[in-house]
């Protein structure tokens, strides 16, 4: 804890002159001079600050209102009876007691009405609001002794009565054992009359062996109009006895070939009558080639024929073709009817 000491500036000044041995008029001019000469002295002494000593280091007291922070301010301990009371920053804890020899008493108020207290330690309240809706209440009936007989009475006859004895119990057991057993004939009720359902069932879908005429087949005919192929007239073909000659039509062939396939698209026309056709490239080719049937190829997209590869396809379209890059060989040889 730091070390405060309180210094106080000076306030007075009392002066002794000694005048033993001289006249009533020379007394008087020294007391005059050595007044003199005491106000130059305190002409000369200027005002001394209050000041704390503050950690063995003597402080000015003083109130900076432009920087709080370097206000220095004149330390004060509260004492009660029983030591210092302690004071937390910014909150005086006080505790106050009804106790003792002498409480503590404190009024609750607004500045003009104060609440009290009843000798049964109740705190008196008036709430205008709740006395109106109370005072609306007393007059209501909400329990006669003439309502409460009545309701004594019936519930007195309602006493009486058997809701769910033992027998009854047992009885309803025995009835509903009897409806739950399938095995008995059992009467269905069909609009308010009794009629008992029996007999042999069949199963919804009823096996049928044939053959059948298409007249049990068909709810109604079905016109036919014709002339009808073989296998619209028979469900298994018939067998042909004899010899058949069969004449395969005649072949023949064209070819095609380009020394100097580059990178711009070029086609092959398919000959009339072409079926199919046999692709090679050179084997001596330093690229790929692209073709396509029926579209045109490009340097990426395409069929690609690497130097020595060979392909037979079905069918008797134009081929576009060309390389991924340079130049190569392609052939073609197609084959007609």
């Not at 330390?75 to 005086?92: K, L, R």
């Amino acid at each position: 804890m730091a070390d405060y000491v309180l210094e106080l500036p000076l306030m007075a000044i009392t002066a002794s002159v000694n005048t033993t041995g001289l006249s009533t008029d020379a007394n008087q001019l020294l007391e005059i001079a050595e007044l003199q000469d005491i106000n130059t002295e305190l002409n000369t002494i200027s005002a001394k600050a209050l000041q704390v000593k503050v950690d063995g280091v003597l402080t000015d007291v003083e109130v900076d209102t432009i920087t709080p922070a370097n206000t220095v301010r004149v330390p004060v301990e509260v004492y009660s009876a029983s030591g210092p009371i302690n004071i937390t920053t910014g909150d005086v804890n006080m505790q106050l007691s009804d106790t003792g020899l002498n409480p503590d008493i404190v009024k609750i108020g607004n500045g003009t009405n104060r609440l009290d207290i009843n000798a049964s330690n109740e705190a008196l309240v008036h709430d205008a609001d709740a006395l109106t809706k109370l005072t609306s209440l007393d007059g209501k009936d909400f329990a006669t002794e003439t309502k409460l007989e009545a309701v004594r009475l019936l519930l007195a006859s309602i006493a009486g009565e058997d809701f769910a004895t033992q027998t009854t119990l047992a009885a309803l057991l025995t009835e509903l054992q009897l409806k739950a057993d399938l095995t008995d004939t059992q009467p269905v009720n069909i609009q308010n009359a009794s009629l008992p359902v029996t007999g042999t069932f069949w199963q919804t879908t009823q096996p049928v062996s044939g053959p059948l005429t298409d007249t049990q087949l068909r709810a109604t005919a079905v016109p036919v109009s014709g002339p009808l192929t073989d296998t619209q007239l028979r469900a298994t073909p018939v067998p042909i006895s004899g010899t058949v000659t069969a004449t395969p039509p005649a072949q023949a062939g064209s070819f095609d070939e380009d020394a100097t396939v580059s990178t711009t698209p070029e086609t092959f026309t398919a000959p009339a009558g072409a079926f199919a056709c046999f692709i090679e490239a050179d084997d001596t080719n330093t690229t790929n080639i692209r073709v396509k049937m029926g579209a045109t190829a490009s340097t990426t997209s395409g069929i690609q024929f690497q130097a020595g590869r060979s392909e037979f396809y079905q069918g008797g379209s134009n081929i576009s073709y060309c390389t991924e890059s340079g130049t190569g060989k392609l052939s073609v040889q197609w084959f007609t009817r």
